[in-house]
């Protein structure tokens, strides 16, 4: 069993950064480990719609196009983390943000229903 808890989310104006982070604990990876983790979001009204990913094994990460350039995902092996650098923010990007892992790289990346691990969420709101 895998715990995801994440941190970081706020309030902050059109332009502004944030950085997420989260943190797992449980049943954690190691950094030779072929598991996945990755961010996905749900705005007000919206289904839950993925942000990023990253291969634990290797670091090979993925992005939504909607986030690429603005947007950096990233981790800390020995803190077993994954963050979500967040810049240039707009208010679209107001959503909940979620953290996700699977024990398995063999996976469609961008398909929420491919993980097994959820946090419980973090809100960021983008004001005009």
């Known amino acids: 069993q895998v715990q995801l808890v994440e941190s970081g989310g706020g309030s902050v104006q059109t332009g502004g950064s944030l950085r997420l982070s989260c943190a797992a604990s449980g049943r954690t990876f190691s950094s030779h480990s072929s598991h996945v983790m990755a961010w996905f979001r749900q705005g007000p009204g919206r289904d839950r719609e993925f942000v990023a990913g990253i291969i634990w094994s290797g670091g090979r990460t993925y992005y939504a196009d909607f986030v690429k350039g603005r947007f950096t995902i990233s981790k800390n092996n020995a803190k077993n983390t994954v963050y979500l650098q967040m810049n240039n923010l707009k208010p679209e990007d107001t959503a909940v943000y979620y953290c996700?892992?699977?024990?398995?790289?063999?996976?469609?990346?961008?398909?929420?229903?491919?993980?097994?691990?959820w946090g419980q969420g973090t809100q960021v709101t983008v004001s005009e």
């Open positions: 996700s892992a699977k024990a398995s790289a063999w996976i469609d990346i961008r398909d929420r229903h491919a993980f097994d691990y």
